[in-house]
């Protein structure tokens, strides 16, 4: 039978070449290699020595002190990296995740097996990454040179480089997607790109770091600029202000997008209203950062706490599809992977208390220069630990019931396969 299959697939969908239909019928599989997870455990050891080091020169050169510029200067390189590292391990804990509970990411995103990244890929990108940050760092401190300037666009050549090398389909479709993020809506949303898109809304922090990095590399290059043109001037405020709503409003578009392309569902359009209200809070939350009077700080938290109930009935009701009152299984959904269903209630729970985030911008704390970066870092990361948090159920959801309706029929076929080849 097998070879009657064969047979017919190359003479009707071929064209009689053989070699072309095993590719489809046969596709060879990536050899597994122990090279892999001997260099994440190489570039941890490393990464945890460096930062060691770093620590220790960092005190004896006083630079965390209240008289030093360091933070303003070396604090939004090291956290551009720290985030986008920290994204890229979750992403790898996600994968692990949903291959131990057999839920077949690659087939929902469209991913082709063959080059789609595994978990040990993602550990060890982004155990490299930090590597070679906090390298960086410790040549800058010895050196004091502003050689850790040059690390965010050997990145960027990375991320471009045309040559099948660094994982080359992997960072062509992240451009692709990227792209279609970018210019929403005039490109068709797939499951992939909102996807994408929601971990971007996440990852506001790291955007606004972004821009002051870059701010500093242009002025230290052309010197036509002090460097507190880049904190202070009218310019950097005001995109402030634009990256600040960008993903939600990329987000948004492509929900009105859907909204159409999908005979008017209202889901779509109560959808692109919750950011929208992310937006709203996001400039109110800004505004008061300028003007701290009592009238924006109600309504900072007007705004903040409506923004916060609508993302939490979506989270926990739309995109986890829970807290169902009809169901059998008390506050969650009738068809659950995980047998302990207290994973459940304690993730909804996790999912609030981070989501209040927000509290501590209009708290008003007594902090010096080294403590708010600090803060203001550990937020961030608490953030994309959400929203790591909120990937596994997210995609359970979309695999047990089809939430999103990107598939013909319900069904998805379970990865055994690569399971067999992975173990």
């Known amino acids: 039978m097998g070879d009657e299959v064969e047979s017919i697939f190359t003479k009707h969908f071929a064209s009689n070449d053989r070699k072309k239909a095993m590719k489809f019928l046969r596709p060879q599989q990536p050899k597994e290699s122990h090279i892999i997870t001997f260099l994440v455990g190489l570039f941890t050891g490393s990464f945890v020595t460096l930062f060691t080091v770093y620590a220790i020169l960092a005190h004896l050169c006083g630079i965390f002190s209240s008289e030093s510029d360091y933070m303003e200067t070396v604090y939004p390189i090291f956290s551009v990296f720290a985030l986008i590292s920290l994204h890229i391990f979750l992403y790898g804990c996600n994968i692990l995740a949903w291959r131990g ?94 996807f994408m898109a929601d971990q971007l809304t996440s990852q506001i922090p790291l955007l606004r770091h972004m821009e002051l990095a870059t701010c500093y590399f242009m002025v230290s290059g052309f010197k036509g600029q002090p460097y507190e043109t880049c904190t202070r001037s009218q310019q950097y405020k005001l995109m402030a202000y634009i990256i600040s709503f ?34 709203v809070a996001a400039a109110a939350r800004l505004k008061y950062a300028v003007e701290g009077t009592p009238m924006w700080l109600g309504i900072v938290i007007l705004t903040s706490t409506g923004a916060t109930l609508y993302q939490l009935f979506w989270d926990m009701v739309k995109d986890w ?39 501590e911008s209009v708290m008003r704390l007594s902090l010096n220069q080294v403590e708010h970066r600090l803060i203001d870092f550990l937020l961030a990361s608490l953030e994309i630990i959400r929203r790591g948090h909120w990937n596994f159920y997210r995609l359970e959801n979309e695999q047990l019931n089809n939430a999103d309706k990107f598939r013909a029929v319900k069904c998805v076929p379970l990865p055994f396969s690569e399971m067999v080849s992975e173990g």
């Open 321 to 359: 599809g829970l807290l169902d009152l009809g169901s059998s299984n008390r506050f969650l959904r009738d068809e659950l992977i995980l047998k302990n269903k207290s994973y459940y209630y304690v993730s909804m729970c996790l999912n609030f208390v981070l989501r209040l985030a927000w509290i």
């Open 246 to 279: 960008l993903p939600y409003y990329w987000r948004a578009m492509q929900c009105l997008r859907r909204y159409m392309e999908e005979g008017y569902d209202m889901n779509q359009l109560a959808n692109a209203g919750k950011y929208i209200s992310a937006m």
């Open 101 to 194: 509970c057999r839920v077949n990411h690659n087939f929902i995103f469209e991913f082709s097996p063959n080059t789609a990244l595994k978990y040990r890929d993602a550990f060890l990108i982004s155990a490299s990454l930090m590597t070679a940050v906090v390298a960086a760092l410790v040549a800058h401190l010895l050196l004091r040179s502003a050689g850790v300037y040059s690390q965010q666009h050997v990145f960027t050549v990375l991320l471009l480089l045309p040559f099948n090398v660094f994982y080359c389909s992997t960072r062509y479709c992240f451009l692709r997607v990227i792209r279609n993020i970018i210019f929403s809506p005039l490109y068709k949303v797939l499951m992939v790109d909102f």
